[in-house]
């Protein structure tokens, strides 16, 4: 027997080039607010730590430093890694400990500290994310991946890279709203689209940002979401998918059929379609990416992702909002603490919270989480509903 | 080990180099390319696999001999990983063989743009005394 779990308060650091702290400081400002908001560690039973890549740091047992920075060192904590999916796999570790009764409280905390490397040394640790015998000795980064998806994606539905850069327009105009966002300025299309290109056909502002960041979220079981709150945020439905490890033996390159099962199994149990979705927070790594994703998630038909962006329909006012936070284009992306910053801010957008009204979208009754590992092997999309 | 012959695939020094692996390189020394093939099941592998994804029985290297193959899909590398930093800009390519097989390489005398769809031919090369490898030639 399962109970319905419910997120029921959340907290974010700054991202950005954080040279002023470390895995510490990041987070306990994560942390903080949900402290602030009465859920001191005495109410927390458990802690799922959430961060991808203990080579950035050096640090090993990374989750014992980062339980021990907010006080909770004396609870049980463990570390889920599913590569830039890791947060929503905590997330989804958390669910299952919540949902079969194991704890009532859980607190998922997510962090990454990547910029204590250098751009190459980040570029090389990530482009180790790839098959190490057949992909690493080539060189494939991990823009390559996405830019093998691209070129590939271009040819069969005759896609002109503008496309792309209205995407990374996008994420820079929410971006620029949003005081939590690593590179929170407007992007001009000419500037997007004619930047210095890393992998072609992606450029600079095709891929998203090297961050440092925390995000947390609290999970709570059903019998006791009263104790925390009258706005709970329930998690609807659940989906995990996974694809090959190399993006060769992929049978389809224009979609990461890892994120189509998760979808799938995601709307399932939610029991609703992609029509019922009012926002998306879509892991937008590259802005190809966000574009495969309007597909993979039942947003829009094989090929037809691109009308979406050209008639603003993914605008915060549009039909389905996507990334009206910055994505990971402009807010950032510190790899372990992204999926749980996308549920944070579904949260914060149903709860009417988002700091400026011209990125706040109108009545979130579901959110929709879509967060993949790697270049697809892991995928997880949650559908979050609103309770109150 | 000491006083073995090192010798890697590609452009790194990847130290994982087990004996099966390391069979595979051989063979490409001699410049033939070896798929891998489950004694049980016959399921085909390129590149090799040592045990089969299947059926988890061991795998006998043969050789592959298709040479012509299909772009399926290219990038051309302008910021490369530390560790092929010195050979930027280059094109990483997933080529595809009249078999269905593919195998992801670099493209190594480009003048123009690759185009998706283009024909392309396997070749091979020395790299340095330690690292040897397979290519894509227009």
């Not at chain 1, 954080?18 to 994560?30: G, I, K, V």
């Not at chain 1, 999916?85 to 958390?94: H, M």
């Not at chain 1, 823009?143 to 994606?153: C, D, E, H, V």
């Not at chain 2, 910021?79 to 094109?91: M, N």
Request: proline letters at 5%; glycine letters at 8%; aromatic letters at 8%.
């Amino acid at each position: 027997m399962t109970r319905r779990v419910a997120v029921v308060a959340g907290g974010h650091s700054k991202f950005g080039k954080r040279y002023d702290a470390t895995m510490r400081e990041l987070c306990a400002e994560a942390y903080k607010p949900v402290y602030d908001a009465g859920i001191t560690q005495d109410r927390i039973d458990a802690t799922v730590l959430s961060y991808a890549a203990s080579q950035f740091t050096g640090q090993g047992a990374g989750s014992a430093l980062m339980a021990d920075s907010i006080g909770l060192q004396e609870k049980p904590h463990l570390r889920v890694e599913s590569a830039c999916a890791t947060g929503t796999a905590s997330i989804r570790a958390a669910y299952g400990m919540v949902a079969s009764g194991l704890y009532d409280v859980m607190l998922v905390l997510g962090v990454e500290q990547m910029n204590r490397v250098s751009s190459a040394t980040a570029t090389e640790y990530m482009s180790r994310a790839g098959d190490m015998r057949w992909e690493y000795p080539y060189g494939i980064s991990f823009p390559a991946f996405y830019a093998l998806m691209a070129s590939r994606y271009m040819a069969e539905y005759n896609l002109p890279h503008d496309v792309l850069s209205m995407i990374s327009v996008k994420s820079h105009h929410y971006g620029a709203q949003n005081p939590k966002a690593h590179l929170p300025k407007e992007v001009s299309f000419e500037e997007a689209n004619n930047a210095v290109p890393i992998c072609r056909p992606l450029n600079l502002y095709d891929c998203s940002l090297i961050t440092d960041g925390a995000a947390a979220v609290v999970l709570v079981a059903e019998p006791r979401v009263k104790e925390f709150t009258d706005q709970p945020m329930w998690i609807k439905g659940m989906g995990a998918g996974a694809s090959e490890m190399m993006i060769q033996d992929r049978p389809s390159l224009t979609s990461i059929p890892g994120a189509k099962r998760a979808a799938k199994a995601a709307y399932k149990m939610a029991g609703l379609q992609p029509k019922d979705i009012n926002m998306a927070e879509v892991h937008d790594c590259f802005s190809i990416a966000e574009l495969i994703a309007y597909e993979d998630l039942g947003f829009a038909e094989p090929g037809k992702g691109r009308q979406l962006i050209e008639n603003k329909e993914v605008y915060h006012t549009g039909r389905i909002p996507v990334n009206c936070d910055g994505g990971l284009k402009s807010k950032g992306h510190p790899l372990g603490a992204t999926g749980v910053s996308m549920t944070y801010e579904v949260l914060s957008q149903m709860r009417k919270k988002a700091e400026k009204p011209t990125r706040q979208i109108k009545d979130v009754k579901y959110g929709l989480v879509h967060n993949v590992g790697q270049s697809g092997q892991f995928v997880n999309v949650i559908i979050y509903e609103r309770g109150w | 080990m000491s006083g073995e012959k090192e010798i890697y695939l590609g452009y790194t020094t990847d130290k994982a180099v087990t004996p099966f692996f390391k069979q595979f390189l051989e063979a490409l020394e001699k410049q033939q390319l070896m798929k891998s093939t489950c004694k049980k099941c016959k399921s085909e592998y390129l590149p090799p696999r040592q045990y089969c994804q299947k059926c988890l029985t061991e795998c006998e290297l043969t050789e592959f001999t298709e040479r012509d193959a299909k772009l399926v899909s290219f990038t051309v590398v302008e910021f490369a990983p530390e560790s092929l930093a010195s050979r930027q800009p280059y094109v990483v390519a997933i080529g595809e063989f009249p078999s269905g097989r593919r195998l992801t390489a670099h493209i190594t005398n480009l003048m123009d743009m690759p185009k998706v769809g283009m024909k392309l031919k396997l070749s091979f090369e020395r790299v340095s005394d330690k690292q040897v490898t397979y290519k894509w030639q227009v």
